[in-house]
């Protein structure tokens, strides 16, 4: 259930990093100092700290290196170079399999972190074992970082909405945000009061592109509708499905369209605190949000009287600890409360009740800095703007067996056909993966159906595989994802991940022939998860699963 806000509680999760980030891991002493401080009791505190997959609570090297093994990176040969790197770095440095770092257009990716430097990080692209072992040994000799834009490939994609800043703007430079439109939204947002904000959003049709679907005006005002308790807005940028990286992509190169986007959203719903989650493996991201704010904050953007209009809002930057189950609402209101980031049992919806118990609107960042052309243009000539076939612009996120990896802006009616063309798609394509982990495969000749809010692509998440990609091993993986994932609160979920990887195994085992018990013990614990377990990690934990028995026929 939602706790309202108490003491300091809320600082264990900062609390918890600053220690990590000092050393490497959190010793028993150190933790018992934390809990003092914040007056958590410690066997809460070491449970947050011990749910958290970034944390380490047992002495480590303070150079930790994280080498992607999900899935595209494993079907390009992710294993093989953690297996080759490992021997030839030893013991001086930590070597993690890691699930998705969300630098698919990178595939193979690798991330290197230093304890005491947290934020200078360096990672290899695509990783290669010299490439790997020079950015573990000494980080600061390690190939620079492609730019953001990079993941943005130049296949004449005109009339762009949502990307049209990245690599058009200097992320870094307000003046240069300001010169390409920036703030015109927030001062149409101003002139029109928070109810016409809403009203126009809902108007514009706007929706959840977490893929929640939700329209994104109705949530403000039933978020405002709440004046009892005070509102909060949150973003959630952590990002981790498998696959995904357009948030990434928008936060690094237009970085200053978030921060106005959130202004925007909390003064619709009357909130002066906003928090920013972000995942902790995206550092870049995570610098230029914090310049964007610290500039929004001296030019009277953010604080106490935003644009000279009398409205408080501040926007507080929340690194993420790695725990996939936390892009669930509710249990990134746990995390940031400063408890286990797992779901919450509870029938009301956040703009109801959500963080510290007040109403709350939570928005991914494709979501948001959606509404700054909707608010710019006005809802009728936004809406004008789409036809049966556009509804309005989505962003999907490619990568696997394609030519030009990276994000890409379509409308929304377009086909995962068109987009893979765009994208470059091999000609020995196999199998196509919709939605990412929780969506499911489509057959090469079944890419003609479009997208559709509602339909298979829901998180804009697009991975092509060709016939070379091993697909038994690659299920497992996703089995493998989800028993990790799990939070364990529900038996269907916590046994029936279990029993899902150990069946996927026994087949990879057998080369990849299933036997009819395996699959039909598959289905039994498949329907168990989707019908029983409480939330959307269990519910899906199947699909991809399935989808691969019944339409891809993998195991006949
Ligand atoms: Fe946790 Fe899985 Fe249950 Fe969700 S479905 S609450 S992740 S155990």
Same mark, same amino acid.
């Given at each position: 259930r939602a706790r309202p806000s108490?003491?300091?509680?809320?600082?264990?999760?900062?609390?918890?990093?600053?220690?990590?980030?000092?050393?490497?891991?959190?010793?028993?002493?150190a933790l018992a100092y934390l809990c003092r401080r914040l007056t958590v009791p410690p066997a809460e505190a070491y449970g947050v700290a011990t749910f958290s997959p970034l944390f380490s609570v047992r002495p480590r090297p303070a150079t930790v290196l994280r080498v992607c093994t999900d899935l595209v990176c494993t079907a390009a040969g992710a294993s093989d170079l953690c297996t080759a790197v490992e021997e030839r770095l030893g013991g001086g440095v930590h070597v993690e399999r890691s699930p998705c770092l969300g630098l698919c257009e990178r595939a193979p990716a690798a991330l290197v972190t230093k304890a005491g430097d947290p934020v200078r990080t360096a990672v290899s692209a695509p990783a290669t074992v010299e490439g790997a072992v020079l950015a573990a040994s000494a980080?600061?000799?390690?190939?620079?970082?492609?730019p953001a834009e990079t993941a943005v490939p130049q296949t004449g994609q005109d009339g762009l909405v949502l990307l049209s800043r990245v690599g058009a703007v200097d992320p870094s430079s307000l003046d240069d945000y300001r010169a390409h439109g920036g703030y015109t939204a927030l001062r149409r947002a101003f002139a029109l009061g928070p109810a016409g904000v809403a009203r126009e959003v809902a108007d514009s049709g706007p929706v959840g592109q977490g893929g929640a679907v939700f329209p994104t005006g109705r949530v403000w005002q039933a978020a405002a509708s709440r004046p009892d308790h005070p509102p909060y807005l949150v973003c959630n940028a952590g990002e981790s499905a498998p696959g995904a990286f357009r948030d990434r992509v928008l936060m690094e190169g237009d970085p200053f369209a978030l921060v106005e986007a959130m202004t925007i959203a909390a003064y619709a719903i009357g909130a002066h605190r906003g928090f920013l989650c972000l995942r902790d493996e995206f550092p870049r991201a995570t610098s230029r949000m914090r310049h964007a704010v610290e500039q929004a904050r001296t030019r009277g953007l953010l604080g106490d009287d935003v644009l000279g209009r009398g409205y408080a809002f501040d926007i507080e930057i929340r690194r993420g600890a790695g725990a996939y189950v936390c892009g669930e609402e509710t249990a990134l209101f746990n995390s940031i409360e400063g408890h286990r980031?797992?779901?919450?049992?509870?029938?009301?919806?956040?703009?109801?009740?959500?963080?510290?118990?007040?109403?709350?609107?939570?928005?991914?960042?494709?979501?948001?800095?959606?509404?700054?052309?909707?608010?710019?243009? #006005? /809802?009728? $000539?936004?809406?004008?703007? @789409?036809?049966? +076939?556009?509804?309005?612009?989505?962003?999907?996120?490619? =990568?696997?067996?394609?030519?030009?990896?990276?994000?890409y802006e379509l409308p929304s009616g377009a086909t995962p056909a068109e987009l893979l063309s765009a994208a470059g798609v091999r000609e020995n394509l196999r199998a196509v993966l919709l939605g990412g982990?929780?969506?499911?495969?489509?057959?090469?000749?079944?890419?003609?159906?479009?997208?559709?809010?509602?339909?298979?692509?829901?998180?804009?998440?697009?991975?092509?595989?060709?016939?070379?990609?091993?697909?038994?091993?690659?299920?497992?993986?996703?089995?493998?994802?989800?028993?990790?994932?799990?939070?364990?609160?529900?038996?269907?979920?916590?046994?029936?991940?279990?029993?899902?990887?150990?069946?996927?195994?026994?087949?990879?085992?057998?080369? #990849? /022939?299933? $036997?009819?018990?395996?699959? @039909?013990?598959? +289905?039994?614990?498949?329907?168990?998860?989707?019908?029983? =377990?409480?939330?959307?990690?269990?519910?899906?934990?199947?699909?991809?699963?399935?989808?691969?028995?019944?339409?891809?026929?993998?195991?006949?």
């Open positions: 108490r003491g300091r509680r809320h600082l264990l999760l900062p609390g918890l990093h600053a220690l990590n980030d000092r050393v490497g891991w959190i010793s028993e002493g980080p600061d000799s390690a190939p620079e970082e492609p980031g797992e779901p919450r049992c509870q029938p009301l919806s956040p703009a109801e009740q959500g963080l510290f118990g007040g109403p709350t609107a939570v928005h991914d960042v494709e979501t948001l800095v959606g509404v700054l052309p909707a608010l710019t243009l #006005g /809802a009728p $000539a936004y809406t004008a703007t @789409a036809t049966e +076939r556009s509804i309005r612009p989505q962003l999907f996120c490619v =990568s696997g067996s394609v030519e030009r990896p990276g994000v982990a929780t969506g499911g495969f489509v057959r090469p000749d079944e890419l003609d159906v479009p997208f559709a809010f509602e339909g298979r692509a829901g998180s804009g998440v697009v991975m092509a595989f060709d016939d070379t990609v091993p697909l038994p091993r690659l299920l497992l993986r996703i089995a493998e994802f989800f028993r990790d994932e799990s939070c364990g609160r529900c038996v269907p979920c916590r046994v029936g991940t279990v029993r899902q990887e150990e069946a996927l195994r026994r087949i990879v085992e057998r080369t #990849g /022939a299933a $036997a009819a018990d395996d699959i @039909a013990l598959l +289905r039994d614990v498949g329907r168990a998860m989707r019908d029983a =377990s409480m939330c959307g990690l269990g519910q899906n934990a199947w699909n991809a699963v399935e989808s691969a028995v019944d339409r891809l026929g993998v195991y006949g």
